[in-house]
């Protein structure tokens, strides 16, 4: 269901729909939600000064912050009783962030995410194993609502029990798979396991995100699975999955579904709107939600919007993938890393599998980065060559070691913690 009525509107006619939208969103917002009334107030503003998409630049940036201070329902802008869903995503501290969803809502995520998994491959008719966590998570429900919308027959096998996934994997033959790309690779390794080669594999498309993944990653998943996979992104505070999602002939760049959801992208320390092809925070505001509309919500992810016009006919931009969270950084004696540049280092190596983990550790004043690496080897050389290559392509001087196959902690089925930072406080 690809929609050019949508999907290919004139920018002209899309911009204006855009100027329409966040007007009507600012208004709900100055209407219905104290915290907006009072952040409108502050900044000298009312819903009459947005009369330009660049006008919307004053108005204040929502934070991860301001959703936890009115825990948990403080930003809707609708009466309790219309909600019809309530999603949480864990935070790494406290309180969870808790998002609602009424009718509309429900519509536009289902409307989006059958987009997304269109775009990724899949057709009405197919079979679609879904295996993003069911539950407060956004990934299990979301994904299984756009692909019931799609016309798929949806097995909503949720995160985990890795050798009941590879039994439905041969007993259903599904087409379609959606799961993070961390524990895609989980059951690329069991599928081998049980004798299965991509040749053998049902499968044909893979909707990968949730995390971070590199180029790299991507290329071992299409090659151990045979599928064709495409990112795809978003987040709990702006709807779920399926903000944005690449196009599975084209693989370059995920188009961002700016009819509901309008970006912006910031200097991470001044928060100045930067142009199309400059890297910065992903700002988004979700303009068609009616229970939580978010005004400028601050991502903390890290991308570019690509200046140029993708080749699918679609009008809308395409975002780059996630370099990193703007929090996720590690700061190491100055240099800024982020987890997938040891990654991309990592597999640009050839001989190692893309398992590993970063400890940050503290002797002193010195902080050290260890780089514990999963290799089938345990050669001193392999050790300084990936020493070595992340010196001269990041930067940095870390400690590798080599762990042995099937040692480091692998995806349960939802997100890979792939830092643990044991420096503590300065
Ligand atoms: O992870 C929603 C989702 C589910 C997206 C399934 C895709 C597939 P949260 O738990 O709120 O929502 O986490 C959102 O995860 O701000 C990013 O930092 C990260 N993230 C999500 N998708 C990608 C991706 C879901 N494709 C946070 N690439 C976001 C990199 C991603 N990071």
Redesign the pocket.
């Known amino acids: 269901m690809f929609q050019p009525e949508k999907e290919a509107l004139p920018i002209p006619d899309l911009r204006a729909q855009q100027l329409r939208s966040l007007q009507e969103m600012v208004a709900r917002q100055a209407a219905h939600v104290p915290f907006y009334q009072r952040q409108f107030a502050a900044a000298g503003l009312s819903p009459d000064d947005l009369r330009t998409l660049v006008d919307l630049r004053a108005f204040p940036f929502t934070r991860k912050t301001d959703l936890r201070d009115n825990y948990p329902l403080g930003l809707s802008a609708v009466p309790r009783h219309e909600l019809r869903r309530i999603h949480a995503?864990?935070g790494t501290t406290g309180k969870p962030?808790v998002?609602a969803y009424d009718r509309n809502d429900l519509d536009v995520f289902s409307e989006v995410v059958a987009r997304s998994l269109y775009a990724g491959g899949a057709r009405p008719g197919m079979t679609f194993h879904n295996a993003?966590g069911y539950g407060l998570?956004?990934?299990?429900l979301?994904?299984h609502g756009g692909a019931e919308r799609l016309g798929l027959t949806t097995v909503p096998v949720s995160g985990g029990g890795t050798e009941k996934q590879v039994q439905l994997i041969q007993d259903l033959e599904p087409e379609v798979i959606?799961v993070?790309?961390s524990y895609a690779l989980v059951l690329a390794e069991a599928l081998e396991r049980a004798g299965m080669g991509p040749g053998d594999i049902s499968l044909r498309y893979a909707?990968?995100?949730?995390?971070?993944?590199s180029h790299k990653t991507r290329l071992e998943i299409e090659a151990r699975l045979g599928v064709v996979a495409t990112?795809?992104?978003?987040?709990?505070?702006?709807i779920?999955?399926?903000?944005?999602n690449e196009d599975a002939g084209e693989q370059s760049g995920?188009y961002l579904w700016e009819d509901h959801f309008y970006p912006e992208i910031v200097d991470a320390e001044t928060g100045e709107v930067l142009p199309d092809g400059e890297w910065g925070v992903?700002v988004l505001s979700s303009m068609t939600r009616t229970a939580m509309p978010v005004l400028r919500y601050w991502?903390?992810?890290i991308t570019r919007l690509m200046p140029e016009g993708g080749h699918t006919g679609r009008t809308m931009r395409r975002m780059d993938?996630?370099r990193g969270?703007s929090d996720?950084l590690i700061i190491l004696r100055g240099v800024n890393v982020y987890p997938t540049q040891l990654e991309a280092v990592l597999l640009s190596l050839g001989q190692a599998s893309p398992h590993y983990h970063i400890v940050l550790t503290r002797t002193g004043l010195m902080d050290e980065l260890t780089f514990q690496v999963e290799t089938g080897s345990e050669s001193p050389a392999l050790r300084r060559e990936i020493e070595k290559q992340v010196k001269a392509q990041v930067g940095v001087t870390v400690r590798c070691e080599l762990c042995v196959p099937g040692s480091l902690a692998r995806s349960e089925g939802g997100?890979l913690r792939r830092v643990t930072d044991l420096r503590g406080e300065r």
């Open positions: 995503s864990s962030t998002v993003y998570f956004t990934g299990g979301g994904t959606a993070t790309p909707v990968l995100g949730a995390e971070p993944w990112n795809i992104y978003g987040l709990s505070e702006i779920g999955p399926g903000v944005s995920s992903l991502t903390g992810d993938t996630i969270r996720d997100k």
